[in-house]
Each structure stands twice: as structure tokens, then as C-alpha cells.
């Protein structure tokens, strides 16, 4: 398979910017309706163009087409999020104002911005992997929790919260992005995974050690007590719990938890439900050799828990969140220390899964063969 589809796909995302300044200026553009069919009408336009355009060289693998068209859309938010902030405009006001309405908001910004950056660049590294012909399950986990931690918090913090009533039809264009995933994500899993090269005799001796032998792991240790701790206290406060550390921590330390847009709300009680049993198994996963789920829950959580954190600390500090909610200045080193350390952990937890993967193997192998055959 040639480097045309890549080249093709790459190109048509590019063509997000001309496009949504065209649809900006097109008279007639003002109704929600309209706007959903406008919406519709673009994304499958563009996968006509992409089939053709890929010509002889079309990808076996279906992603690649979910892919293309999600890279699109990630353009389409990194130009939302900089029209809020006014880095540039007549892009998408129509959007915004019979479109989604709500990602004007501060937490709508933030995670337009990691759309159009981060999920962007994964994207076009999975487009490149499937036209190259390399295995992308490590990149594909890590994009299927971030964009599935993204889309939770944002549709129950809409439907919920003080942009309840301003939802338009236009909110149907996220269940695609609901239905895909669920299947990506089967597919992904489904895919043989990519491991470094390892003896029998280093996967029997990372099996055997003692747990005091591996500093790394400690540390690892120590950070998952403080996450299930920092969870805990946080989940509470979404919970109005009405302790006196709860009360302080929400007044004094995180305001921002109090905003009536409801997605820090929302975050929070996802972190408890979702995060919180995560950190118990990384626990155990670490302390009983054989886990190989530890390969790629980790990997899973860790985009969950950076697209979250990005998104709810931008949004904590950005001036489109009301002052009365922002975090204090006497409080801002300590809440960037403990978010930072909450979000910089779970990718150092898969890093260490990814790098050092024996000692998450059931059983020992006799060799390598035998080795790639028991994690796939």
C-alpha cells in the first residue's frame, strides 16, 4: 500500500479551515437545523472525497476512514477554541451560536484545544501506521480512553448543567463519536500487541524479585495511593459532602468545582466511579507477577486521565471561567503540584508497563516465540 491515502487523509483535514470559513459566510446559515445538516452534509462529503482520492491504494483497515474523518473534525475544534480565544475569527460563529453553544465555555476551549492538538497528532500517527503497515494498538489504547473520558464529561455535563437548555440539534453529531469508538476500540484490542524483545531468564527474574528491589514500582506504589486518596476527596466534594476538609478544600483550594457549567462536577464523580477501581487494580497489578490486562488498561487510563486533567486544570484557570470560581492565588502552586503529579504518574505507570512488560506475563517463557504468543 503507497503513502497516498496518508497524503490524502492528511490533506483533507487541512481542508477543515477553508471549509468552515466558507460555511461561516454562506447565507441562510442560521437556524439549528440547517446547521445540522451543514455538519452532516461536510463529514459525508468527506468521506466520498477520501474514497476517492485514495484511489488504488485504499486501506484495508476501516479505521483509517474513521481516522481521516476524526482528524478533521479535531482541525474543526482547534479552530473553535482559537476563535473563542480570539486568536482568530470568522471561522465558526455560525457553529457556535446554533451549533454547540456550550463549547464556549472554559472547559468546552480546553478540550477543543486537546482535540485539535493531541487527538490530532494521534490521528495522523495511526493514519500513517495503517498506510505503512505498523502496528498501532499502543497509540489506538491510549486515543481510545482520552477521547472516551472527553465525550462522558462533556455530554452529561451539557445535558446536566446550565447549557441543558441550549442544546440544539447539532448534538447529534457526537453520537458518531459515541458508536465509533466502541467499535475502534474492539478492533484495537483485538490486534496483536508490539512488545521488546525479552529473555526467558530477564521475564523469570522480574517475576521473582521482591517488591523492595524495584524502587520504580514503589514510587509507582506511592503516587496510586495518592491518586486514590486525591480521587476520594474530590469525588466527596462533587458529592456535596458537607465535612469541614470538604468544605474548605472546595471554598479555599478548588472553586471551580462550585461552577453551575457542572462539567468539574461531572469530572470529578467519573474520576470516583471509573479512576478510583483502576488505581485499586494497578495496586494489585503491581504487587502479583501475571497481570498482562496491566498492559493495556494502563495505557487506557493514562489518555483518560491527561485529557482530563488538561482539560479540568485549563479550565480551573482560564478567564472564561467567572473569577468567583477560578483557583486563588494562594492556593494556585499547590493545586498545579497535585494535578500535575495526578496526571504525569498515570503516564510514568504506563510507560513502565510498556517498557518493562514481563513482569505482567502469566507464566514464564521458555523463549521469545512463546513470549509474543502469550500476550496475544
Known sequence: MGPRAGIAAFLSSLSAVPVSQLINNLPGVDSPEVVFAAGAAVLLGLLLVLYLLAGSSRPKDPLFYVFAVFSFTSVIDLVISLEQDGYIKGFMTFYMKEGEPYLRSAYGILICYWDGTVHYVLYLTMIAAITLGWNYRSVGLYWLGSLTMSLITLLLGTSVGKFGSEIRPAFLLNIPYVLLPIWAGKKIVGSPRSLPSASADQVAKEQTRWLYRWP????????????????????????????????????????????????????????????????????????????????????????????????????????????????????????????????????????RCAIFPGFFLKGVPRNSQEMEKKVN
Open 216 to 351: 520504580v514500582d514503589l514510587c509507582l506504589m506511592v503516587y496510586l495511593t495518592f491518586a486514590i486518596m486525591y480521587t476520594l476527596l474530590r469525588g466527596f466534594v462533587a458529592l456535596d459532602c458537607s465535612l469541614d476538609f470538604c468544605d474548605t478544600y472546595k471554598y479555599d483550594q478548588e472553586p471551580y468545582l462550585l461552577d453551575p457549567v457542572m462539567y468539574p462536577r461531572i469530572q470529578m464523580l467519573v474520576n470516583m466511579f471509573y479512576l478510583l477501581p483502576f488505581f485499586g487494580l494497578a495496586l494489585y497489578g503491581l504487587v502479583v507477577p501475571g497481570c498482562a490486562w496491566m498492559l493495556d488498561i494502563t495505557l487506557v487510563f493514562a489518555g483518560a486521565i491527561a485529557q482530563a486533567q488538561f482539560a479540568h486544570v485549563g479550565a480551573s484557570l482560564h478567564p472564561r471561567t467567572s473569577f468567583t470560581y477560578q483557583v486563588p492565588n494562594n492556593a494556585l502552586s499547590d493545586f498545579i503540584y497535585a494535578n500535575a503529579i495526578f496526571a504525569i504518574g498515570a503516564q510514568l505507570l504506563a510507560l
